[in-house]
């Protein structure tokens, strides 16, 4: 068995990602860290959730664990491609990390948010 050196770093957790359909409306799952190193990979679940055109986008952000900046401005990108597409965009149970930089940087008005996933998707179920 090998053990890593304790002066080493630990790997940095990744980011997750996992998108579904709740009837008319997608869902996509953030896990994990959203910074400058998983930027790329939050933008691309994201916009390809968009780019299924659906009645209403929601990104779950309760299990994210640490929020930059980078996760904001992928956030604030996503709500203009999302307006620019007349979709909806509501953001589902930001984790305190996320919370935090929202409202450090203002930019907690600018999102609609919901509690849970069922309540953000009301509308848009079969």
């Known amino acids: 068995m090998t053990s890593i050196p304790a002066d080493l770093p630990m ?7 996992d998108t579904v ?3 008319d ?9 959203l910074h400058t190193g998983t930027q ?15 009645a209403l986008l929601a990104v779950d952000l309760d299990a994210v664990e640490l929020f930059t900046a980078e996760g904001l401005n992928v956030l ?6 999302a307006h620019a597409r007349g979709v909806p965009l509501v953001l589902v149970a930001p984790s305190a990390a996320v919370l935090r930089v929202l409202e450090v940087t203002g930019a907690a008005g600018t999102f609609t948010v919901r509690s849970t996933i069922a309540e953000a998707t009301a509308g848009y179920r079969p």
Do not use: M
Request: negative net charge; proline residues 8%.
């Open 21 to 23: 359909r709740v009837g």
């Open 11 to 17: 790997p940095a957790p990744g980011l997750k990602t």
């Open 76 to 81: 604030l990108a996503l709500q203009d491609a």
């Open 40 to 54: 790329a990979i939050g933008e691309r679940a994201l916009h390809e959730a968009l780019e299924g055109a659906p």
């Open 25 to 33: 409306a997608v869902v996509c799952v953030l896990s994990g860290d």
